[in-house]
Nanobody, 123 residues
């Protein structure tokens, strides 16, 4: 079974930081782009950031560029999302996702979804 185990969500004040982790199992880590989508209350899903060892590329949405950083530890099959200067509009459920080879921001193209972790930013 494919497992994308996300953790690290929580409640933080505006301007604060959180780090999300996603441990990947059941797929070949090097063959997939691993990333994060989020869904805020009442809104659609948004591709936040992605890293692909297979294609050697990363993607970061303009809405979080300069504040969020994605990284990976290939030895641990783990992807991290460091989130700085969090704002109330970052409040959402964050999902770890996997797509074959290339990063994508189209949620319908995602191959695997993990269970989300809730990030709440208070003003």
């Amino acid at each position: 079974d494919v497992q994308l185990q996300a953790s690290g969500g929580g409640l933080v004040q505006a301007g604060g930081s959180l780090s999300l982790s996603c441990v990947v199992a059941g797929i070949t880590f090097d063959d997939y782009a691993i990333g994060w989508f989020r869904q805020a209350p009442g809104k659609g899903r948004e591709g936040v950031s992605c890293i692909s060892r297979a294609s050697g590329t990363t993607y970061t949405a303009d809405s979080v560029k300069g504040r969020f950083t994605i990284s990976s530890d290939n030895a641990k099959n783990t992807v991290y999302l460091k989130m700085n200067n969090l704002q109330p509009e970052d409040t959402a459920i964050y999902y770890c996702v996997a797509h074959a080879v290339f990063c994508t921001i189209q949620d319908q193209e995602i191959d695997y979804w993990g269970k989300g972790t809730l990030v709440t930013v208070s003003s």
